[in-house]
């Protein structure tokens, strides 16, 4: 009967504890309003049209059909990885697989991840009573009044219950901010995959880009021998003189030099993808080609600003908010009394053999209040520190949304505008090549001079040069549009 009215007066207590949470409540207004877009303002000039010309020429000399158009749907998951689909190639997919498996720094967060959740966990545990068995074995010898000394043994095993009511939810307000931490620092975990699928992807494509200027500069090399061996034959003829061969011999020199340049880039790129990908220095597989994922990409002019919510850095930022604001509950719980129960039950004899002998029961219920009346003003501070902590957080989370915001509609029209600049260098890649055909054609007539020759050449490399850097421009600004909303963005239907 004693033990079930220790339970009884044990939850009796437990519902005493529904008292309300002091501490302000979360509840953040929106920084960016639910309407806005990023990219709202229209991207529109009087050149657009003739870009816009430009463009479908080269999309028809290629075979490509117009870019379709985009429709805005519903922010998808962050976890949805369809963006990479966009660039037709399954290599670069199965890198950013491999690499968020081996990655370190993946790593690294996924175990302050564990370490969060267990510390989250932890404090889950002062919302319950703590119970602990204890057995004790004392000699002891006591004094009563004037009575002699009384010497006794005792063998005493007992259940001990301690409970801190938390009747102004300071228990709760902890666990609330921990579980912001947590959730903070799994915020962090997807950041550091966001980084590393836009590192890795960005350090592929600049190794297709260094393929193609690879491939453009061997190409060259061989156009620039073909126009110095005619020159030579032309020469032995006695058409030329020795110094269009010796110009055209001088003219080799730029393409030579720049294989040798992207031979040494590529390897120093690969090394720096191994790293990425948490293996040892080996070559780095191809799939597909710069042309055909720039042919690929499709970015709208406008997208809602309700995507950048699924940032890492901003979600990091509004959990630390919102922990800092449940610290405020803590700091105010500190302030007022605290509530305890404390409770022994068990058996105490003189003999083992008697330990559990009828009568031999004891037990204590104590309920105890604490009331902190001076501590110096440290306290009153320590609260007003915390709300200053939040002030502070924030700020901050409304810097990040800002922010994110800037960043997201600077990587979206830089995605745009490359576009517009690969039309361009596609253009006049393709008139020099043709000009640089008409000039062979008129040197090997004799219509024109070696002059010609030369100038259409070195215009046509560095043309192509150029039109393989704008390539890379573009998909490496799409890269920065994938990380600047912390995902992929609604794709064309």
Not at 165 to 180: M, P, T
Request: aromatic fraction near 6%.
């Amino acid at each position: 009967m004693r033990a079930a009215s220790l339970l009884a007066a044990l939850a009796l207590a437990a519902g005493c504890v529904a008292g309300c949470a002091v501490g302000p409540s979360y509840a953040p207004a929106p920084v960016v309003p639910a309407t806005a877009k990023v990219g709202q303002r229209p991207y529109a000039d009087s050149l657009r049209p003739f870009i816009d010309s430009v463009a479908a020429a080269r999309r028809a000399d290629a075979g490509v059909a117009n870019e379709r158009q985009v429709r805005v749907e519903p922010p998808p998951r962050l976890a949805d990885a369809a963006w990479l689909d966009i660039l037709d190639d399954t290599v670069l997919v199965n890198l950013i697989r491999t690499a968020v498996m081996q990655n370190r720094d993946v790593a690294l967060a996924q175990a302050r991840i564990r370490e969060y959740r267990a510390n989250a966990d932890a404090v889950t545990g002062a919302l319950f009573p703590r119970v602990a068995l204890n057995g004790t074995a004392s000699s002891n010898q006591a004094v009563f009044g004037a009575s002699p000394p009384v010497k006794y043994d005792a063998l005493r095993v007992t259940a001990d219950v301690a409970w801190e009511l938390d009747f102004w939810g300071k228990s709760r307000r902890g666990l609330d901010a921990v579980n912001a931490d947590l959730a903070s620092q799994e915020a962090a975990g997807r950041a550091a995959v966001l980084s590393l699928v836009g590192d890795v992807a960005t350090g592929y494509l600049q190794l297709l880009e260094l393929d193609e200027e690879h491939a453009v500069a061997e190409r060259t090399l061989a156009s620039f021998r073909a126009t110095l061996s005619l020159a030579q034959r032309r020469f032995a003829q006695g058409v030329v003189s020795e110094l269009d061969v010796r110009q055209f011999e001088a003219q080799l020199a730029a393409p030579l030099a720049r294989l040798a340049q992207v031979e040494r880039l590529r390897v120093q790129q690969e090394h720096a993808l191994n790293v990425l990908l948490g293996e040892a220095p080996m070559p780095i597989r191809r799939g597909g080609s710069l042309v055909a994922a720039t042919r690929a990409v499709a970015v709208p002019d406008s997208l809602p600003a309700s995507l950048l919510e699924r940032r890492p850095d901003v979600a990091a930022a509004e959990r630390a908010y919102a922990g800092a604001t449940a610290r405020i509950g803590v700091a105010a719980a500190a302030r007022l009394p605290s509530l305890t129960i404390t409770g022994s039950y068990g058996t105490q004899s003189p003999a083992g053999n008697r330990l559990f002998a009828t009568g031999t029961d004891v037990y204590t219920v104590q309920a105890g209040v604490s009331v902190p009346l001076y501590t110096g003003g440290r306290l009153r501070n320590e609260e007003a520190a915390a709300r200053a902590r939040a002030d502070q957080a924030k700020a901050a989370y409304e810097r990040t949304a800002l922010t994110a915001l800037r960043e997201a509609g600077d990587a979206l029209v830089a995605a745009r505008t490359t576009r517009d600049e690969t039309a361009a260098s596609e253009t006049q890649a393709v008139a020099l090549r043709r000009a640089f055909e008409l000039a062979q054609l008129r040197y090997q007539s004799g219509i024109s001079s070696y002059l010609e020759v030369l100038d259409a050449e070195r215009g046509l490399f560095n043309a192509e040069l150029t039109l393989s850097q704008s390539r890379l421009r573009q998909l490496t600004a799409t890269v920065q549009l994938y990380k600047a909303l912390g995902g992929s963005w609604p794709q064309p239907r």
